[in-house]
């Protein structure tokens, strides 16, 4: 199943420049981004605009404390289907999406698995009652690995912008 490849968006030094603030401080204000870039606030702005229409900038999120919030145990599952047809993915898919516990998914390769979930959770009762009650349910789930997170070493959400020209 090949997905259609996606038409790059070219953008020059001064976006590069807007996305690395926006990804620092997505709760900048237009004329603080306009100041931080050498802008004024209007091309600022237009600049943004045209970054979100072109699909660059997806959307501006929160990021919050989960310790803080009581959610202190991340784990990182391998996942084992007992088919590879594009209806299991889908429908598995389509599953893990619906669990609000589940923060990253992902079709992989190289490993015995072919998915790996980041799922953070309060502690290990509600990992457990996670696993067994949700993830192992899942039609065509065959096989399951569990990792904890033990400390975060890199916890990062801006992306590499240097390598574009």
């Known amino acids: 199943m090949a997905d259609k490849q996606k038409e790059l968006v070219r953008i020059d030094k001064m976006d590069r420049k807007i996305l690395e603030y926006l990804q620092k401080d997505g709760s900048l204000t237009n004329q603080q981004l306009a100041d931080k870039v050498g802008l004024s606030p209007s091309p600022c702005l237009r600049r943004v605009r045209a970054l979100e ?9 929160t990021i919050l404390d989960h310790k803080k919030l009581g959610l202190a145990l991340t784990a990182i599952i391998l996942i084992g289907m007992d088919s590879h047809t594009p209806e299991r993915f889908a ?7 619906e669990y609000p516990e589940v923060q990253e998914c992902y079709l992989i390769t190289g490993q ?18 996670f696993l067994l009650n949700h993830i192992t349910r899942i039609p065509g789930v065959s096989g399951v690995h569990s990792s904890f997170v033990l400390r975060r070493v890199i916890d990062n959400t801006t992306l590499p912008l240097g390598y574009l020209s």
């Open 53 to 61: 229409e072109g699909g660059i900038i997806v959307r501006t999120v």
């Open 91 to 97: 429908a598995f898919e389509e599953q893990v999406g």
């Open 112 to 129: 015995s698995a072919d998915y790996m979930l980041k799922v953070v959770v309060p502690d290990m009762d509600h990992y457990h009652h």
